[in-house]
C-alpha cells in the first residue's frame, strides 16, 4: 500500500480477552507492532508472546504501571528507534477496527497532515451506541481541548486511535506530555506548538455493555 515504515504502539493492560484478535488483523503492510504491557496484572504481554509467533509482534514489558500515556510514550520511542516513518497508536481492547489503519493514516502518507486523529462523532447512529457518560465526558474535554490547543476543527480530541509522521513526533517533546489524564489532549497541545496540521478522520469504535470509567466530575 505505501512504500513508509508503519509501526502501530499498542499500550495493554487487562486486555488478556481481546488482544489476539486484535493482533491477528492488523494489516500485512504494518512492518512492527510494539505491544507495551504495563505492568499487566494478567500477564497479557506473555499472553501474546505464548499465542503469536509473527515476528511483527514485539512485546515491551513496564517495570511499574506508567498509565496508558506512559505506555505510548515508551512505544513512541521504540517507533522511533525502529525507524518508522509513520506510528499509529490503537489500543488492545477490541474497541478499535484494525482495517481503519488504512484510513488513520491516509492523511500523512499523502502528505496531507503530521498528525491524523480517529472521529467518533461522524454520524447519529455511532452516537447512539456510545455509552451516555461517555459522550458527555467527551463533550466536556472536547471543548477544553478546543480553548487550549486551537484545533477548533477536530471534533473528537480525546479519541485514542492517532497517528504521527515521524517528523512531527520527533518535534514535540516526549518527556513534558502527561502520562495518564488529558494524554491524548495534551499531544494536540504540543502539536499546535509547532503548528502542526492535524487530519480528522471518520471511523466507528465498537461498544460493549462494559461500564465507562470516566467520572464527570473528574473530569472537569
Known amino acids: 500500500m505505501t512504500d513508509m515504515n508503519v509501526v502501530v504502539v499498542m499500550p495493554a493492560f487487562k486486555a488478556r480477552e481481546h488482544i489476539i484478535e486484535v493482533l491477528t488483523q492488523i494489516p500485512d503492510f504494518v512492518s512492527k507492532v510494539f505491544i507495551i504491557?504495563?505492568?499487566c496484572p494478567d500477564e497479557t504481554g506473555k499472553h501474546v508472546q505464548l499465542q503469536l509467533?509473527?515476528?511483527r509482534f514485539e512485546v515491551v514489558f513496564n517495570e511499574r504501571n506508567l498509565g496508558v500515556g506512559g505506555a505510548v510514550i515508551v512505544g513512541l520511542r521504540k517507533a522511533l528507534e525502529n525507524e518508522a516513518d509513520v506510528i499509529v497508536k490503537m489500543d488492545s481492547d477490541g474497541q478499535m477496527d484494525p482495517a481503519d489503519i488504512t484510513r488513520i493514516i491516509d492523511p500523512i502518507t499523502t502528505g496531507?497532515?503530521?498528525?491524523?486523529k480517529g472521529n467518533r462523532f461522524n454520524?447519529?447512529?455511532d452516537l447512539q451506541e456510545m455509552p451516555r457518560a461517555r459522550i458527555l465526558g467527551n463533550a466536556v474535554l472536547?471543548?477544553?481541548s478546543k480553548l487550549s490547543t486551537g484545533y477548533w476543527s477536530i471534533t473528537d480530541p480525546t479519541n485514542g486511535y492517532f497517528a504521527f509522521s515521524r517528523k512531527a513526533l520527533e518535534n514535540i517533546n516526549l518527556d513534558k506530555l502527561r502520562?495518564?489524564?488529558f494524554f491524548e489532549s495534551d499531544i494536540l497541545f504540543r502539536?499546535?506548538?509547532i503548528r502542526a496540521v492535524v487530519a480528522d478522520v471518520p471511523i466507528r469504535a465498537k461498544y460493549a455493555s462494559e461500564k465507562?470509567?470516566?467520572?464527570?466530575r473528574k473530569v472537569i
Do not use: F
Not at 496531507?112 to 491524523?116: F, L, P, S, T
Open 53 to 55: 509467533k509473527d515476528k
Open 112 to 116: 496531507q497532515a503530521d498528525y491524523a
Open 179 to 181: 502520562q495518564r489524564w
Open 212 to 216: 465507562s470509567n470516566l467520572k464527570i
Open 37 to 39: 504491557d504495563d505492568a
Open 123 to 125: 454520524s447519529l447512529d
Open 142 to 144: 472536547s471543548l477544553m
Open 191 to 193: 502539536l499546535s506548538i
